[in-house]
């Protein structure tokens, strides 16, 4: 094709035109007038980030700051029934959080709206993790959470806002998973972060304290330890965990063997634990009941780091299918989020949910409507313990509503027993 000189100066004025327009700034009476008309999502609209937050790939962007990340852990070949799912749970639970806007997201029960309030919150992306090679998935996820975790944050300890206590001046992360092994690479990194043993407080269905013997004695590799069902024993090993502060609760597991030996063995992990199974629920006295005792346990100390790992499994199947080792028997979502909501005071510093696997949901994808409703508690639980004030709020109600307690143990909830020296230089610690 051949172009007429008044052609070429034609496509000459159109790139001279552009390139004119792009350097001038658009006056601010026009940006406004921008922003009036066109500046709205509906809850169906946009990106698919967390809440409608401004997505950001943070660990390619070193400068960026917030005070609550929420990071992806796409990985799911350490599972052990239901393969091919987890990875796709952060996606599942960015889209079920979809009515979550800032404009719209008041917790009545809080007394607060965690993203409109003092606290900066960023969708970071995912962590780009192999599928291939497990042993490099863990430390791409240690690397990740470390660099993530030790970020100045946008409050200063000096503020009136933001943490308090030995999590002042840190940022922290809330992980969509991925299958629950992400947890053990997460409290890695806040080991090194906090530098002392992490509580953990841990709702499931199942243990994931075994020994990686339970699922064969015979084929063993350092590799095949790294599983959804062993990384607390691996992290019990390494001195992470706080022996006498962590707690599982609404378990309701099928033991090894042929007695209960995996709650009662001397010198294993499990014992560092206090348990409280899902139909303890009923003997309690409903989900304060649950609180309670697991306030008791833990105890408000603000010096101490808690970390909050949930398996959506913790939830009933009839109302959480899709996830990949499910148990009939468990919480109702409205329980769960009662528990949740009343455990708000804990100094929590990180948290993970996890195990959401979108193939095995129902088509009202219930599973990852309420992995996303457990990760706006968390959320809002973080930043109303910023606020710098008590805002009371239980549902406009001003008094305070959490007990604070000493821990407690109970002897008849647990048994003690003797807790094994983590291989951790810190085990005069534990």
């Keep these: 094709m051949k172009l007429t000189w008044a052609g070429l100066w034609a496509l000459a004025g159109t790139a001279l035109c552009c390139s004119h327009h792009d350097e001038e700034s658009v006056p601010q009476e026009v940006r406004e007038e921008l922003l009036k008309k066109w500046n709205q999502e509906w809850s169906f609209s946009g990106h698919a980030s967390f809440a409608h937050l401004k997505p950001v790939k943070c660990l390619v962007e070193p400068d960026e700051k917030y005070d609550i990340a929420i990071i992806g852990a796409p990985f799911d070949t350490a599972v052990s029934y239901r393969p091919a799912g987890a990875r796709f749970g952060p996606r599942a639970i960015r889209a079920a959080s979809a009515r979550q806007m800032a404009g719209t997201s008041y917790n009545t029960r809080a007394g607060i709206n965690p993203y409109s309030s003092w606290a900066t919150i960023k969708d970071c992306g995912d962590i780009p993790i192999t599928p291939f090679d497990n042993g490099l998935a863990e430390r791409q996820m240690y690397e990740a959470f470390l660099e993530l975790g030790t970020r100045s944050p946008v409050t200063p300890a000096s503020s009136e806002y933001g943490s308090k206590g030995i999590s002042a001046g840190k940022s922290k ?32 269905a199942h243990l994931d304290t075994w020994n990686p013997v339970r699922y064969s004695a015979y084929w063993q590799s350092e590799q095949s330890a790294f599983n959804h069902g062993s990384f607390f024993h691996k992290a019990s090993r390494e001195g992470l965990i706080c022996n006498s502060t962590s707690a599982h609760a609404g378990l309701r597991t099928r033991l090894t063997g042929i007695d209960d030996s995996d709650y009662t063995a001397p010198g294993t992990p499990e014992q560092g634990f206090m348990r409280i199974h899902a139909d303890d629920i009923d003997e309690l006295g409903g989900p304060m009941g649950v609180v309670n005792k697991i306030m008791e346990r833990i105890g408000l100390d603000l010096d101490q780091p808690v970390y909050l790992s949930v398996d959506i499994d913790v939830l009933d199947p009839s109302t959480a299918p899709g996830t990949g080792t499910p148990e009939p028997g468990g919480w109702t979502t409205r329980e769960f989020i009662r528990i949740l909501r009343g455990i708000e005071k804990l100094n929590i510093v990180g948290a993970d949910i996890v195990e959401v696997s979108p193939s095995y949901d129902n088509k009202g994808e219930t599973t990852a409507l309420a992995a996303a409703q457990v990760a706006y508690e ?19 109600r001003k008094e305070s509503v959490t007990q604070e307690s000493v821990p407690v143990v109970d002897a008849e909830a647990e048994v003690e027993a003797e807790v094994p020296e983590p291989e951790s230089v810190l085990k005069d610690e534990l």
């Design 378 to 396: 968390i959320i809002t639980s973080m930043v109303k313990n910023g606020a710098g004030k008590d805002l009371g709020g239980w549902y406009g």
């Design 173 to 204: 992360l809330v992980t969509l998973g991925g299958d629950h092994s992400v947890a053990l690479p997460a409290l890695r990194a806040l080991y090194q972060i906090y530098q002392k043993p992490i509580t953990v407080l841990h709702f499931d």
